[in-house]
């Protein structure tokens, strides 16, 4: 593989940690991955992986000997840091720091965290609550960057939109590690329409008008099975959605993503995740001009 053009995102996806962190870093390569992004612990479960300093530097070792640039974090999805369960609170709480300091450890790029959801209660209210435990989060880690994912506003989620997402920044007091990762599906399902390159340039710049310049930290890219505005999460496979290969194209070329990790989540052929084959075709519609 060439060297990583700068002046687009980093290409790469979602791989399995199974047997081992390090293993993370062969499955990338197969794929020919310039990113990678790993859950710390299972998807489906509290109690965190204990890794060890030996894990850490198997890790370390593996990514300084591969060509892969960007590596991603992705919190559980049983993290609810907005709920007004004082248990749940605590082991979202647990759960976000756990993560952190496995970024800390591995150097990864940054934990990726859905916000929480309002359930039936006040977004206001959920939104405070989340914040506060955003702040604890990173004080009690000491270098990973935390990104916010955007939502595509199912039901109590936060961060459905720009002004959301700004005032879950807001409400963490604007913590310098503090940033947010977009994520192709669900801004068009949340309503943004970014199916063509100005379209996407104009809702980039009302987020940055609405949370700040230079806050976009990394990306997922993910065609969507559902229409603009409907505020369903189904991803599809790279220009079989609703954004199609135009949509795509559109959203690895925008400048202000240059250099960003990029990772697909995918289902892939046999809903196995991305493919060899769907990572080339993601290189294509960057790099083919």
């Not at 206001?124 to 702040?135: F, H, N, Q, T």
């Not at 496979?237 to 199609?244: A, F, P, R, S």
Request: net charge negative; glycine share 12%.
């Amino acid at each position: 593989m060439s060297p990583p053009d700068a002046s687009r995102p980093l290409v790469g996806a979602h791989v399995s940690t199974a047997g081992g962190l390090s293993k993370a870093v062969e499955r990338g390569t197969a794929l020919g991955a310039e990113a990678i992004q790993i859950f710390n612990q299972s998807p489906r479960a509290w109690r965190p992986t204990a890794y060890t300093e030996e894990d850490f530097a198997r890790f370390r070792d593996a990514i300084a000997a591969s060509e892969i640039d960007g590596v991603l974090i992705h919190a559980v999805y049983l993290l609810n840091c907005a709920s007004d369960d004082p248990e749940i609170v605590e082991k979202s709480l647990a759960g976000l720091i756990g993560a952190l300091r496995l970024g800390d450890e591995i150097g990864a790029d940054a934990v990726v965290l859905h916000p929480g959801s309002a359930k039936l209660g006040p977004v206001d209210e959920a939104i405070e609550r989340a914040g506060r435990v955003l702040g604890q989060a990173l004080d009690e880690s000491e270098r990973c960057p935390l990104h916010l994912e955007n939502t595509a506003g199912t039901g109590g989620t936060l961060g459905r939109s720009f002004d959301e997402l700004a005032a879950l920044l807001d409400a963490a007091g604007r913590h310098p590690r503090l940033g947010f990762c977009l994520d192709s599906c669900h801004l068009l399902a949340s309503g943004y329409d970014i199916r063509g390159e100005s379209e996407l340039a104009g809702v980039i710049d009302d987020c940055e008008r609405a949370v700040g310049p230079g806050l976009i930290g990394s990306l997922h890219l993910n065609d969507s099975q559902t229409p603009l505005g409907s505020n369903r999460d189904r991803h599809a496979n790279i220009g079989h959605g609703e954004l199609g290969l135009t949509g795509c194209r559109a959203f690895l070329r925008e400048p202000r993503f240059a250099g960003l990790p990029c990772v697909l989540e995918t289902p892939g052929p046999e809903r196995k995740g991305p493919t060899a084959d769907e990572l080339a075709l993601t290189f294509s519609l960057r790099d083919d001009d």
